[in-house]
T-cell receptor, first 111, second 113 residues
Framework: DQQVKQNSPSLSVQEGRISILNCDYTNSMFDYFLWYKKYPAEGPTFLISISSIKDKNEDGRFTVFLNKSAKHLSLHIVPSQPGDSAVYFC??????????WGAGTKLIIKP | NAGVMQNPRHLVRRRGQEARLRCSPM?????VYWYRQLPEEGLKFMVYLQKENIIDESGMPKERFSAEFPKEGPSILRIQQVVRGDSAAYFC???????????FGPGTRLLVL
Protein backbone atom coordinates (compact mmCIF):
# COMPACT_ATOMS: atom_id res chain seq x y z
CA ASP A 1 0.00 0.00 0.00
CA GLN A 2 1.76 3.10 -1.27
CA GLN A 3 0.75 6.04 0.88
CA VAL A 4 2.85 8.48 -1.13
CA LYS A 5 2.91 8.21 -4.89
CA GLN A 6 4.92 9.95 -7.54
CA ASN A 7 3.34 8.69 -10.70
CA SER A 8 5.83 10.11 -13.17
CA PRO A 9 9.11 8.21 -13.13
CA SER A 10 10.71 10.90 -15.26
CA LEU A 11 10.11 14.38 -16.62
CA SER A 12 11.95 16.31 -19.31
CA VAL A 13 11.83 20.12 -19.34
CA GLN A 14 13.51 22.78 -21.46
CA GLU A 15 15.99 25.00 -19.65
CA GLY A 16 14.35 28.25 -18.55
CA ARG A 17 10.85 26.76 -18.48
CA ILE A 18 8.84 25.70 -15.45
CA SER A 19 9.25 22.20 -14.01
CA ILE A 20 6.25 20.79 -12.17
CA LEU A 21 6.68 17.64 -10.11
CA ASN A 22 3.63 15.98 -8.64
CA CYS A 23 2.95 13.88 -5.61
CA ASP A 24 -0.26 12.25 -4.31
CA TYR A 25 -0.91 10.82 -0.88
CA THR A 26 -3.65 8.78 0.71
CA ASN A 27 -3.23 9.32 4.45
CA SER A 28 -5.15 12.36 5.68
CA MET A 29 -3.18 12.23 8.95
CA PHE A 30 -0.03 13.52 7.25
CA ASP A 31 0.59 17.01 8.53
CA TYR A 32 3.81 17.98 6.82
CA PHE A 33 5.39 17.32 3.48
CA LEU A 34 8.92 17.66 2.20
CA TRP A 35 10.72 17.62 -1.11
CA TYR A 36 14.23 16.27 -1.45
CA LYS A 37 16.60 16.34 -4.38
CA LYS A 38 19.07 13.57 -5.03
CA TYR A 39 22.05 13.42 -7.33
CA PRO A 40 23.58 10.05 -8.25
CA ALA A 41 25.94 8.68 -5.60
CA GLU A 42 24.86 11.30 -3.06
CA GLY A 43 22.37 11.41 -0.23
CA PRO A 44 19.05 13.25 -0.60
CA THR A 45 19.23 16.99 0.00
CA PHE A 46 16.36 18.77 1.71
CA LEU A 47 14.76 21.36 -0.59
CA ILE A 48 11.55 22.69 0.82
CA SER A 49 8.71 21.69 3.12
CA ILE A 50 5.13 22.64 3.78
CA SER A 51 2.86 22.22 6.76
CA SER A 52 -0.69 21.00 6.25
CA ILE A 53 -2.02 24.30 7.58
CA LYS A 54 -0.62 26.08 4.53
CA ASP A 55 -1.34 25.74 0.85
CA LYS A 56 1.81 27.33 -0.51
CA ASN A 57 5.43 27.78 0.48
CA GLU A 58 8.01 29.55 -1.61
CA ASP A 59 11.79 29.60 -1.43
CA GLY A 60 13.58 31.26 -4.31
CA ARG A 61 12.96 29.32 -7.51
CA PHE A 62 11.11 26.58 -5.62
CA THR A 63 7.45 26.69 -4.67
CA VAL A 64 5.44 23.87 -3.14
CA PHE A 65 1.66 23.83 -3.43
CA LEU A 66 -0.58 21.70 -1.25
CA ASN A 67 -4.16 20.78 -2.11
CA LYS A 68 -5.49 18.94 0.93
CA SER A 69 -8.89 18.16 -0.52
CA ALA A 70 -7.25 16.42 -3.48
CA LYS A 71 -4.44 15.00 -1.32
CA HIS A 72 -2.01 16.35 -3.84
CA LEU A 73 1.12 18.44 -3.71
CA SER A 74 3.39 19.77 -6.37
CA LEU A 75 6.84 21.30 -6.60
CA HIS A 76 7.35 24.11 -9.10
CA ILE A 77 10.82 25.08 -10.21
CA VAL A 78 11.08 28.23 -12.25
CA PRO A 79 13.14 28.92 -14.20
CA SER A 80 14.58 25.44 -14.58
CA GLN A 81 18.35 25.24 -14.73
CA PRO A 82 20.71 22.44 -15.86
CA GLY A 83 21.80 21.87 -12.24
CA ASP A 84 18.21 20.99 -11.37
CA SER A 85 18.58 17.69 -13.22
CA ALA A 86 18.26 15.12 -10.44
CA VAL A 87 15.79 12.73 -8.85
CA TYR A 88 13.17 14.47 -6.71
CA PHE A 89 11.53 12.68 -3.82
CA CYS A 90 8.34 13.67 -2.09
CA UNK A 91 8.02 12.63 1.58
CA UNK A 92 5.19 12.95 4.07
CA UNK A 93 5.02 12.72 7.85
CA UNK A 94 2.51 12.88 10.67
CA UNK A 95 2.93 13.84 14.31
CA UNK A 96 5.18 10.84 14.52
CA UNK A 97 8.73 10.96 13.25
CA UNK A 98 8.65 8.58 10.34
CA UNK A 99 8.70 9.90 6.81
CA UNK A 100 6.92 8.01 4.06
CA TRP A 101 8.63 8.42 0.72
CA GLY A 102 7.53 8.40 -2.88
CA ALA A 103 9.53 6.46 -5.45
CA GLY A 104 10.97 9.61 -6.99
CA THR A 105 10.76 11.47 -10.29
CA LYS A 106 13.84 11.90 -12.43
CA LEU A 107 13.94 15.47 -13.78
CA ILE A 108 15.97 16.11 -16.90
CA ILE A 109 16.61 19.70 -17.93
CA LYS A 110 17.35 20.00 -21.62
CA PRO A 111 19.62 22.82 -22.86
CA ASN B 1 30.68 21.77 7.64
CA ALA B 2 29.29 19.49 10.35
CA GLY B 3 26.87 17.58 8.15
CA VAL B 4 25.85 13.96 8.48
CA MET B 5 28.82 11.71 7.86
CA GLN B 6 28.76 8.11 6.77
CA ASN B 7 31.57 5.68 6.28
CA PRO B 8 32.61 3.81 4.41
CA ARG B 9 31.17 5.26 1.22
CA HIS B 10 31.58 1.95 -0.55
CA LEU B 11 31.76 -1.49 0.98
CA VAL B 12 32.28 -4.80 -0.76
CA ARG B 13 31.57 -8.01 1.09
CA ARG B 14 31.36 -11.67 0.16
CA ARG B 15 28.30 -13.69 1.04
CA GLY B 16 28.37 -14.71 4.68
CA GLN B 17 30.58 -11.86 5.87
CA GLU B 18 29.53 -9.04 8.16
CA ALA B 19 28.97 -5.45 7.11
CA ARG B 20 29.25 -2.50 9.51
CA LEU B 21 28.02 0.88 8.40
CA ARG B 22 28.71 3.97 10.47
CA CYS B 23 26.83 7.23 10.76
CA SER B 24 27.77 10.38 12.65
CA PRO B 25 24.77 12.71 12.91
CA MET B 26 24.86 16.41 12.35
CA UNK B 27 26.21 18.36 15.30
CA UNK B 28 23.47 18.93 17.84
CA UNK B 29 21.20 16.22 16.44
CA UNK B 30 20.18 13.35 18.67
CA UNK B 31 17.84 11.47 16.32
CA VAL B 32 19.19 9.04 13.73
CA TYR B 33 17.33 7.20 11.00
CA TRP B 34 18.54 4.49 8.67
CA TYR B 35 17.08 3.96 5.21
CA ARG B 36 17.77 1.52 2.44
CA GLN B 37 17.40 2.24 -1.25
CA LEU B 38 17.28 -0.58 -3.73
CA PRO B 39 17.92 0.18 -7.43
CA GLU B 40 15.04 2.02 -9.10
CA GLU B 41 13.16 2.35 -5.81
CA GLY B 42 12.54 5.04 -3.22
CA LEU B 43 13.95 5.09 0.26
CA LYS B 44 12.62 2.54 2.72
CA PHE B 45 12.68 3.30 6.41
CA MET B 46 14.57 0.77 8.48
CA VAL B 47 15.11 2.04 12.01
CA TYR B 48 14.90 5.15 14.16
CA LEU B 49 17.23 5.61 17.13
CA GLN B 50 17.96 8.13 19.79
CA LYS B 51 21.03 7.95 22.00
CA GLU B 52 21.16 4.46 23.55
CA ASN B 53 17.57 3.72 22.50
CA ILE B 54 15.92 2.07 19.55
CA ILE B 55 12.64 3.90 19.09
CA ASP B 56 11.27 2.08 16.07
CA GLU B 57 12.83 -0.81 14.16
CA SER B 58 9.69 -1.78 12.28
CA GLY B 59 11.40 -1.46 8.91
CA MET B 60 14.34 -3.63 9.77
CA PRO B 61 14.49 -7.28 8.73
CA LYS B 62 14.03 -9.48 11.79
CA GLU B 63 17.18 -11.47 11.22
CA ARG B 64 20.78 -10.52 10.56
CA PHE B 65 20.21 -6.77 10.88
CA SER B 66 20.83 -4.72 14.01
CA ALA B 67 21.42 -1.08 14.82
CA GLU B 68 22.76 0.87 17.74
CA PHE B 69 23.42 4.46 18.69
CA PRO B 70 25.67 4.44 21.73
CA LYS B 71 26.13 7.27 24.17
CA GLU B 72 29.50 7.99 22.61
CA GLY B 73 30.41 7.49 18.99
CA PRO B 74 28.53 6.97 15.77
CA SER B 75 25.42 4.98 15.05
CA ILE B 76 26.18 1.56 13.63
CA LEU B 77 24.07 -0.50 11.25
CA ARG B 78 25.28 -4.07 11.33
CA ILE B 79 24.39 -6.75 8.80
CA GLN B 80 25.51 -10.26 9.64
CA GLN B 81 25.97 -13.06 7.11
CA VAL B 82 25.28 -10.78 4.17
CA VAL B 83 23.48 -12.11 1.10
CA ARG B 84 23.37 -10.69 -2.42
CA GLY B 85 19.94 -9.18 -1.77
CA ASP B 86 21.51 -6.90 0.84
CA SER B 87 23.30 -5.01 -1.94
CA ALA B 88 21.87 -1.51 -1.81
CA ALA B 89 22.58 2.06 -0.82
CA TYR B 90 22.15 2.64 2.89
CA PHE B 91 21.44 6.18 3.97
CA CYS B 92 21.56 7.66 7.41
CA UNK B 93 19.69 10.82 8.34
CA UNK B 94 19.60 12.89 11.49
CA UNK B 95 17.27 15.45 12.94
CA UNK B 96 17.03 17.74 15.91
CA UNK B 97 14.60 17.80 18.77
CA UNK B 98 11.71 18.42 16.42
CA UNK B 99 12.20 15.49 14.06
CA UNK B 100 10.41 16.87 11.04
CA UNK B 101 13.24 17.72 8.69
CA UNK B 102 15.80 14.98 8.30
CA UNK B 103 19.24 15.67 6.88
CA PHE B 104 20.98 12.92 5.01
CA GLY B 105 24.48 11.63 4.77
CA PRO B 106 26.07 10.63 1.45
CA GLY B 107 25.19 6.97 1.92
CA THR B 108 27.12 3.72 1.97
CA ARG B 109 26.90 1.56 -1.10
CA LEU B 110 27.09 -2.06 -0.13
CA LEU B 111 27.91 -4.64 -2.77
CA VAL B 112 27.71 -8.30 -1.84
CA LEU B 113 29.58 -10.59 -4.17
Amino acid sequence: DQQVKQNSPSLSVQEGRISILNCDYTNSMFDYFLWYKKYPAEGPTFLISISSIKDKNEDGRFTVFLNKSAKHLSLHIVPSQPGDSAVYFCAAGDSNYQLIWGAGTKLIIKP
Amino acid sequence: NAGVMQNPRHLVRRRGQEARLRCSPMKGHSHVYWYRQLPEEGLKFMVYLQKENIIDESGMPKERFSAEFPKEGPSILRIQQVVRGDSAAYFCASSGAKPQTQYFGPGTRLLVL
